[in-house]
Structures are given as structure tokens and as C-alpha cells.
């Protein structure tokens, strides 16, 4: 029996000799191979049956790396497998502990590893010493049971270990009810361990979490696992189970890391089962601070590996999207730390203190944190209206469906409602009625959970009547959805319950909603001119319903209402209705004659219902809806920037340079063209009218030499001259949207001059410029004078010292995108 097991042990030390493959790589972010056990085995053994029993729902991956290794025992009652890292040795004969030849696999239940662990009550033990040959040294195994649901034993976890090498740490294990956890380095010798206890907590990893078993293809395989490893397993490693420390070996200083992980799985719907396994990792301190000092980013005091999966990724992006300092500093802060206590460490010949769960916590949610942060930097960058509107409408629904996924995760019912609502409008301009009037029900949905929480705040009532009159506007787009449905697409009807009782319903709700929504101070309704198209829109609806009287009714409700809006007693405001445009009086007559007139047919009186069609076609003219929507379109802007370079200028200098970089990072699109003029006595062209993506880096550069010291007095005429000059010489054939912004700390006029106030007055009028000014420390005499000009303008106005929030406010009131409510536009006309 002494020979059988010392034969055994020879025959496993040869195992152990060869040269290990594959090893786990903590510098590598992407998984470069993922694959099951069954395919992974099929591959390397010839012997089916052996593949065939080995549970092909568990998934695993392995990298090659020289600097780390990997090292599991698996054990189950029902074919027991001893993996080593890339060897398998399965129980083909329960009955004898033998090794009759090689062809035979070897047992690992006549270990004495699995006797010990078998015949124990405790989860954890250290086994028997046994004899371990080429090399020679003395051997222990650290285990830990497999359990059914907590209880029934089904087989153990084990780790060998040189009972030579780990002599001086031996005293500190102590046998109890939980596992401990070593690092091991190539040739299977403990060179460290942690005294940190086992988490109880479990990870459950079913059989519906992966795929529908057996898979179909290959590349089914490796995508789909890939995906639910880095979602389910990759986040444990960062939990407070990851041990790190610093160790010598042969002299030379080491790091390691090691995380156990603890799964449940379910094989084939059966009981659940527990795994567990360990993994480790070590590398040489060298090049540790070799990689640190190449590229200078490293995080945390802990969690090598995590680490240096976490910099790789990071760096990446950062090469990539520049991201800012706001979030850069948030690696780098933490990173300092640790370099500084390395180079200690290096310097004092010190042991880094593995008592830091904290910090190890604290550092993996910053980089977890950062993960996300840049996953949605890059979604969201593809869900500005600006980009959407670039794109054709089938990416511009993909992007904004990727963006709610994000919304939805984080529960920002705001950002999801507006998501689910422009999906609608693109589905609606496409004349998907169905598709649209599920998305503006979604989106309603948001909005009427965000006015529930904000019913219970006092101080949000500003705030919920803009909600208010947001669910109004979408429960309307989703009524007009469903109109179009049964009137234009009848064959697209997929609910069966939808007719025209449930589109008057729906019509009815709108109606209320819009008729609780005051013009300020007033009794009347603010979007009368929309209750009074939604009227004549149920009074179709009843006609086609049958109801004849009722829709009798309704019509002359909506005569009344237009000859109401017609004598003048309520006057409309667009400022008042935010982007809601206004629908023309002439258009809400047309609607009204239109749908009389098939009143007038359904009550057979023909001769009627024609004389009110013609009345309808050829009676008052209305607005064209290319017009209309020409107000709408995105055009491109020209803008110059007149600076005062006057020595009076000098006090305000820098904050005029911080409002142009404002400016020129959230007001300016990529195809704005820009023109830089300084001015004091005289005015200088510093650049001409280019596009912003040609001209940014370069207009920087000057904006930083700019100079206030000049001692002549400013005149603002000639700046003003020579930007309208500017417009003229560099004109692009369109109607291209012209702002002069003047940044400037006073209103000073020449005697004497040349130009004079009047010529200026009807320069800009002629090129319809737009003048902005920007007063830095300009006293109100200043502002008066420059509001006189302001006033000849479209868009002018007068800005003292103004804020970040007011340059943003600026910008977002001349941008000419109206993407949410182009569809309601659209239905003015229907």
C-alpha cells in the first residue's frame, strides 16, 4: 500500500513538473478566451466519455502570462475531477485506490486530502501531511467542502501546499469553520496566506442566467459567456474577499493577489451546488513599480490584479475621449497614496499592512464608479438632439433606446420619459401610429410617477406645472397616434380594443388636462388654439362613431371657441407657451369648415356640406407648412467676438476670456463659423469668418495674447462696422443665424468719428445681426446706451456680468433646434 502511494504521488509530482500553459493575466482587460468546460475538454482529451461527464453549464477563462498562475481542485461525489491548471484526472473505478498504469486516471478520492475533508464536520480542515516527490518536500492540503443548499457534502476545494516553504507561517493557521486562502507561485509553494475569514455571503449563477443549453453555435458560446462573466463573476473580485501583500522569495521582493470566489450553480435544473475556488496571482516588485512608473497611474493600496485590469481600460478612454480633469483626479488622488507608501516600502525594506479592507473597498467603488461613468459618456454623447438630428431616424431611435437603458438603470424617470417621448415623434414623422402611441404611453407613464413625488413638496409647485403641462402635450400626441391609426392605417390596427370611443376617450382626457393650464393671472386657457383642434378632432371621431348628435354638438362648441379667439379678448404669447408653437387662426378655420362640412354630408345635406368644402379650399390663405417649418430647421450661425482691448478693459480681462471659453465648449456647434475682432481706437481682424472645427485651436491660442493696453479711447462703432463688414465679405449664400457678442466694460462714442450711431443702427438692421453684449463691471449709463442698439436687433440684448448659468441659458435660447415637438408642428396641419 506504502509503494501504491508513493507511486501516486510520483506519477502526480511529474504532473505537477510539466509546463503549465496557461495562467490567469492581470493585464489584460478583454477576455481572450472564453469557453465551457465540456468545449475546453473536448478539445484536450481524446476520451468522450471523460468530456461528456464533466457539467458543461459552468464557464471559465484562462490567459497565458508568465508573471501569475492558477491553481483549482474540484471535487464532486458523482465523477470527481482534479484540476490542475490545465490537467483533468477523473474516477472511472469507485471500488480500489490504485494506479494500476498511466492509461488509468487517477482517483483523487483515495487521497488522503479527501478523506480527511469526508470523514470531517468541520467546512475547512488542513489534512494529513503526505510525501511529495521530484522534488521532494513535505505536503499539506487546505480545504474547504462542497455543500448541497448549505448541508449535504457532495465532494471539496482543496489547495496544496510545502509544508517547507510555509513552515514559518504555520503556526498562525487556525482550523475553523471557514476557509483560509494562500498564494502560491509557479512550482505549487505557499508563499503567503490571509487570516481573513470567508464571506458568507453567495453568488448564484443559474443555468437561465447563461444560455438555452446546448448552445447552437460556437460563437453563441463565446459572446453570450463572455458577457455574463464580466457581468456575474468579474464584480465578486472586487468585494471585501480580495486579499494583497508583499512577500520575499530567493531574496527577491514579491507582490501577490489572491480573491476567492464562492458560486452556487445549478446543473440541468437540478439542486443547487456549491463551487468553490480559488485564484492567485504574484508577480516581482520590479516590475510592479517598472509598469507604475511608465505610465504613472495606478490605484489603490490593494487589489493588484483589479488594479491593473481597472488602469488598462482607463487609459484607454483616456487616450481615446480626453476626459477631464473633474474626472480624471479621481483616480489619480488615490494613486499617489499608494506610490508614495510603495516607494516607503522599497526604501525601508517594509511590509504593506494586509489589514486594509477599507481603503480596498473604498478604491474599487472609485473604479467601479469611473466604469460606469465612462459607459455612459460614451452612450449619452450619441443622445444629443444636436447628433440626433445629423443621423438618419433608425440610428437616432438606436441611440436614444441605448440612452433610456442608462436612464432606467439609474432611475432618472425625467431623461427616460424624454427619451421614450422623441423615439415617439421619429416613429410618429415615419407614420408608425402603433409604435408611437406605446412609446408616448411609456413616457407618460414617467411623468405621472415624477408629478406623484413632487405632489408631496410644497416648495416644487413651479416645478410640477411644467410636468403638468408636459403630460398634456404627450397625452395628446398619444390620442392623435391612435386618430391616425384608424383613420389613415386602418390595416396596422394590432389592438383589438381600439376604435373611435377609445380615441374620444383619449381626446377627452387631452382636453382636460390642456384646460387646467392658465395663462397666468387669467381665467383663460393658455393653448386654447390646441383644445380647440382637439374638439374638432372628437367631433370626427363621433361621426365616425355614429354619434351624430353628439358630434353636432361638438362642432359648434368649436365655432364658438374660434369666434372667441377671433374678437381679440385673449392674445396668445409664444414666450408664454415655452416652444409650443402657435397654431395659426386661419389654419383652426380651415379645420373647423372641413370637418362641418362632413357634419353637413353625414346629415345628407349635400348642397350644404359642398358650399362650406369650397368655402374651406378657397377662402382665407394660411401660412404654407414649408414657411412654418422653416423656423424650425437647424441653421448654422455666424458669430464675432468684439473684445475691448481699451487699458480700462485690463481689470475685466480674464473673465472675459473664461465667458469666450464657455462659449466656445457649449454654445458653439461644429459647423459655426467664428470671427475674433479687437477694438479700441481702431478694430483689428484677429481672424476672419471660419468654421469652429478649422478655427477653435488657433482662436484659443490668440484669445490668450489677447492685451488691454491700449490708452485711446474705444470706439464701438468701428468694431461694429467692421464685424457687419465681415458678414458681407464672407457670406455663404444662406440665411445663416448672425450674432455679434461685444464683451466689453463700457460704451464710449468718438467724437469726431467717421462712423456714426445712425449708420450702425441700420447696418445691422439690413443684415439682420443679432448683437449680444456682454457687460463686465459696466455702469447702467453704459448698458442704456448699448440696449438702443440691442433693440434694432432680432435677438438682441444686453447681459451684465453675466454667469456660467447665463451664458448656458443664452445659448439654449438662439439654438434653433425644436426636435421634440416637430411632430406636433406636423399635426397643426392635419
Known amino acids: 500500500m506504502a509503494s501504491d502511494i508513493l507511486n501516486n504521488q510520483l506519477t502526480l509530482a ?57 491553481f483549482i481542485y474540484l471535487g464532486f461525489d458523482d465523477g470527481l475531477y482534479y484540476i490542475y491548471p490545465s490537467h483533468v484526472f477523473a474516477a472511472q473505478d469507485n471500488s480500489r485506490c490504485t494506479f494500476a498504469n498511466k492509461k488509468q486516471p487517477y482517483d483523487p478520492r483515495c487521497r488522503q486530502w479527501y478523506k480527511d475533508m469526508t470523514a470531517s464536520t468541520q467546512d475547512s480542515i488542513i489534512s494529513s501531511p503526505y510525501l511529495s516527490i521530484k522534488p521532494t518536500f513535505m505536503t499539506s492540503s487546505i480545504c474547504s467542502d462542497l455543500k448541497v443548499n448549505s448541508r449535504e457534502k457532495i465532494g471539496a476545494s482543496c489547495t496544496d501546499i510545502n509544508l517547507k516553504a510555509s513552515q514559518y507561517i504555520a503556526r498562525h493557521l487556525q482550523v475553523s469553520g471557514n476557509a483560509y486562502y ?5 512550482s505549487a509553494t505557499v508563499v503567503w496566506h490571509s487570516l481573513k475569514q470567508f464571506s458568507d455571503r453567495q453568488y448564484s449563477i443559474t443555468q437561465t442566467q447563461f444560455l438555452d443549453w446546448p448552445p447552437t453555435t460556437t460563437e453563441e458560446v463565446y459572446s453570450q459567456e463572455a458577457i455574463d462573466f464580466n457581468a456575474t463573476i468579474l464584480p465578486l473580485l472586487n468585494q471585501e474577499t480580495i486579499s494583497i501583500g508583499m512577500f520575499y522569495r530567493n531574496n527577491i521582493q514579491e507582490l501577490f493577489s489572491q480573491a476567492p470566489v464562492r458560486l452556487s450553480y445549478s446543473f440541468n435544473n437540478t439542486d443547487s451546488q456549491i463551487l468553490s475556488f480559488q485564484l492567485f496571482i504574484c508577480m516581482p516588485v520590479s516590475s510592479f513599480t517598472s509598469s507604475v512608473n511608465q505610465i504613472n497611474i495606478i490605484q489603490g493600496k490593494a487589489l493588484i490584479a483589479n488594479i491593473l485590469f481597472g488602469v488598462t481600460l482607463f487609459l484607454v478612454v483616456f487616450i481615446t475621449f480626453g476626459i477631464s480633469y473633474e474626472v480624471s483626479h479621481l ?47 460614451l452612450d449619452t454623447t450619441r443622445f444629443e438632439i444636436n447628433a440626433s438630428l445629423e443621423k438618419g431616424d433608425s440610428q437616432a431611435i438606436m441611440d436614444l433606446a441605448q ?6 438603470k439609474s ?39 415624477l408629478i406623484e413625488e413632487l405632489s408631496k413638496d410644497e416648495e416644487s409647485k413651479p416645478e410640477l406645472q411644467h410636468y403638468y403641462r408636459v403630460k398634456a402635450h404627450r397625452v395628446y400626441q398619444r390620442a392623435m397616434s391612435r386618430f391616425k391609426i384608424i383613420r389613415y392605417k386602418p390595416d396596422d390596427i394590432k389592438d383589438k380594443k381600439l376604435n373611435w370611443q377609445q380615441v374620444d376617450y383619449e381626446l377627452r382626457e387631452s382636453f382636460q388636462l390642456y384646460t387646467q393650464i392658465k395663462i397666468p393671472n387669467t381665467k383663460y386657457p393658455l393653448f386654447l388654439d390646441l383644445i380647440i383642434k382637439i374638439i374638432i378632432s372628437r367631433a370626427y371621431s363621433n361621426l365616425r362613431n355614429r354619434k351624430i348628435l353628439t358630434a353636432e354638438k361638438i362642432i359648434k362648441q368649436a365655432r364658438k371657441l374660434i369666434n372667441f379667439l377671433e374678437s ?25 369648415l372641413l370637418h362641418r362640412g362632413y357634419l353637413l354630408k353625414e346629415l345628407n345635406r349635400d348642397q350644404d356640406a359642398c358650399r362650406v368644402f369650397t368655402q374651406c379650399m378657397y377662402g382665407q390663405k394660411c401660412q404654407s407648412l414649408d414657411n412654418m417649418l422653416a423656423i424650425f430647421k437647424y441653421r448654422n450661425k455666424d458669430m464675432i467676438f468684439l473684445v475691448n482691448a481699451n487699458e480700462k478693459m485690463a481689470p475685466q480681462l480674464h473673465k472675459a476670456k473664461n465667458a469666450l471659453e464657455q462659449i466656445f465648449d457649449r454654445g458653439l456647434e461644429s459647423h459655426d463659423r467664428i470671427s475674433l475682432i479687437t477694438y479700441s481706437k481702431n478694430a483689428r481682424v484677429v481672424f476672419s469668418l471660419v468654421d469652429k472645427d478649422k478655427n477653435t485651436t488657433q482662436l484659443r491660442n490668440q484669445i490668450d495674447r489677447i492685451q488691454a493696453l491700449s490708452k485711446a479711447p474705444s470706439n464701438v462703432f468701428k468694431a461694429l462696422k467692421e464685424a457687419v463688414k465681415e458678414f458681407k465679405e464672407y457670406s455663404m449664400g444662406g440665411e445663416n443665424h448672425r450674432y455679434i457678442i461685444c464683451i466689453t466694460n463700457e460704451f464710449c462714442e468718438v467724437e469726431n468719428s467717421r462712423v456714426k450711431r445712425e449708420d450702425i443702427f441700420d447696418l445691422i438692421k439690413m443684415f439682420k445681426a443679432n448683437l449680444i453684449v456682454l457687460g463686465l463691471g459696466m455702469d447702467l449709463q453704459s448698458s442704456d446706451q448699448f440696449y438702443e442698439f440691442c433693440k434694432a436687433s432680432p435677438n438682441g440684448r444686453v447681459l451684465m456680468n453675466p454667469t456660467e448659468d447665463h451664458l448656458k441659458d443664452l445659448f439654449l435660447s438662439i439654438s434653433n433646434y425644436k426636435f421634440q415637438n416637430l411632430p406636433l408642428i406636423l399635426e397643426t396641419f392635419n
Open 14 to 70: 511529474n504532473k505537477l513538473n510539466q509546463d503549465l500553459p496557461w495562467y490567469l493575466s492581470a493585464q489584460d482587460v478583454v477576455l481572450k478566451k472564453q469557453t465551457t468546460y465540456k468545449d475546453y475538454f473536448n478539445e484536450q482529451f481524446e476520451d468522450p466519455q471523460l468530456a461528456q461527464s464533466i457539467p458543461y453549464n459552468s464557464s471559465y477563462a484562462l490567459w497565458q502570462n508568465k508573471n501569475s498562475s492558477l
Open 182 to 186: 494562500f498564494i502560491l507561485d509557479q
Open 331 to 377: 483616480i489619480f488622488r488615490p494613486l499617489k497614496n499608494l506610490l508614495r507608501k510603495l516607494r516607503t516600502m522599497k526604501d525601508r525594506n517594509t511590509d504593506i499592512d494586509v489589514s486594509n479592507q477599507e481603503d480596498d473597498q473604498q478604491s474599487s467603488a472609485e473604479v467601479e464608479k469611473l466604469k460606469q461613468i465612462f459607459q455612459e459618456l
Open 403 to 408: 440612452a433610456a437603458s442608462i436612464f432606467k
Open 411 to 449: 432611475k432618472n424617470l425625467k431623461a427616460l420619459g424624454i427619451c421614450y417621448n422623441n423615439i415617439a415623434n421619429i416613429q410618429y414623422k415615419n407614420q408608425q401610429y402603433h409604435e408611437a402611441a406605446q412609446n408616448f404611453g411609456k413616457s407618460i407613464k414617467k411623468i405621472d410617477i
Open 568 to 592: 381679440g379678448e385673449i392674445v396668445m404669447s409664444q414666450e408664454q407657451r415655452e416652444e409650443t408653437p402657435i397654431i395659426p387662426l386661419e389654419i383652426l378655420k380651415q379645420k373647423y
